[in-house]
């Protein structure tokens, strides 16, 4: 989701939209197909049952991922904006899919700390990564219109580890 991202990325600061069409476009589809196939329903919402955190914990896979994980929520999120963005610049109807996508898939995971990197797992010590907060950068997925993410966003900066 992220080279796709910036694919997307490349396309609105040149306007090359042969690019979109000559393979970007294919490429991004196959991303999100991806990610939809690995989301579950759970009460409703769409959930990625399991995914990492990038480079949280090291090689001990075990620690590293967990339901949820608020990179991989801000990745599919941007995919499935930046699709259904190129869609339109192709004459394209937007899958269905994408719109449910955004609907259904939380924005961030939430803990009593803040934005979590996935369910039950705060940042546990200072990191040069800051993968949970992927939805302010570089995804640029969350509203701070929205008073509830500027809290989360608040709460964990507030702690220390951001």
């Not at 690019?19 to 009460?43: H, S």
């Not at 995971?109 to 996935?118: E, M, N």
């Amino acid at each position: 989701a992220w080279v796709a991202a910036l694919m997307m990325r490349y396309v609105r600061y040149s306007g090359d939209v042969a690019f979109l069409r000559d393979g970007a476009y294919d490429f991004m589809r196959g991303a999100m197909r991806v990610y939809r196939a690995l989301m579950e329903e759970r009460e409703g919402r769409l959930s990625i049952p399991m995914g990492p955190s990038p480079e949280w914990c090291g090689d001990d896979v075990r620690k590293s991922v967990g339901r949820d994980p608020s990179f991989q929520l801000a990745a599919a999120r941007r995919l499935a904006m930046d699709l259904t963005a190129a869609a339109r610049l192709l004459g394209e109807r937007p899958d269905p899919m994408w719109a449910d996508v955004l609907a259904r898939l939380p924005a961030y995971t939430l803990g009593p700390g803040g934005i979590q990197l996935f369910v039950g797992q705060d940042l546990a010590a200072s990191h040069r990564h800051h993968s949970h907060l992927a939805g302010i950068y570089p995804f640029d997925t969350l509203d701070y219109g929205d008073a509830s993410v500027r809290k989360a966003a608040e709460e964990r900066r507030r702690r220390g580890l951001a």
